[in-house]
């Protein structure tokens, strides 16, 4: 049975795990057909989940366009996400949150979603070359008129997040954060517990890599981005396939997945989080959803943190180009 949480003091309630749509038919590859993509968002939808995440750089487009038809007979009964701040909504191309653009994208996202109001609109990445407090202006405008219902930040860094907040309160912010990224634990999380800001972490699972399912044979198809992750060179996985070994001798201590121990771990930090696991299988959705009901101990969490400092991480987590991205 899935449980629910709010997101953040301002923000919906939704399902305690979100469904991270990406996936579907970008950045990991090929992906799946398009009946196939939106028989999984509905199967989801069919098992609890009431959280969908999307944006217009997904395709670039079309990932919308598959959340939009797969959840447009259930609208009313779900909170769905999408994202603006990339020109031409290609990340390749630099990012452009200029005014005029965040309303382009929000009437466009609109009909892509098949909606009136978009649940929640996040700034995909900071833009250095536009004032936040114009980005959050232009949302609270957005707001005003009923096309959105609550503003969010991805990747933003402190000073950002009060600055935004300070004209449009901020209800979610989506940054990276899992067992093997922790960074969010050093000035982020305390900043968003203090404002009442939700916490939406995507790659919960470590691009797919605390599933246990990749080691250092494993070849992505060349679409894939983890190509291009320093953290996926073949030497760093060999390295990093410590961490996992650590997550199934507690699995198996405890029955379940080491999928599902990363899950659990992240829902058990604050009742504001809602990770956003995305997949393409049916078996792995259904795991993945399994991890409300693992219930980790004070103990289980104490042993965790023991295995975790003995277990060094290497290799970044994105390229030197889209690390130059992440606001600090």
Known sequence: MMKTRKLGKRGPEVSSLGF?????????????PRDEAIAMIRAAFERGVTFFDSAEAYGPFSNE???GEALEPVREQVV?????GFREGNPAAGTDSRPERIRAVAEASLRRLRTDRIDLLYQHRVDPDVPIEDVAGTVRELIAEGKVRHFGLSEAGVKT???AHAVQPVTALQSEYSLWWREPETEILPAIEELGIGFVPFSPLGKGFLTGKIDADTVFDKSDFRNTVPRFDVENRMANLRLVERLKQLAEKKGVTAAQIALAWLLARQPWIVPIPGTTRLHRLEENLGAVGVQLTAGDLQELEKALATVDIHGDRYSERAQRMIDR
Not at 20 to 32: I, S, V
């Open 80 to 84: 769905i996400a999408t994202k603006f």
């Open 20 to 32: 991270g749509c990406m996936g579907l038919n970008f950045g990991l590859g090929p992906g799946l």
């Open 65 to 67: 366009e598959l959340v």
């Open 161 to 163: 997040i009060r600055r």
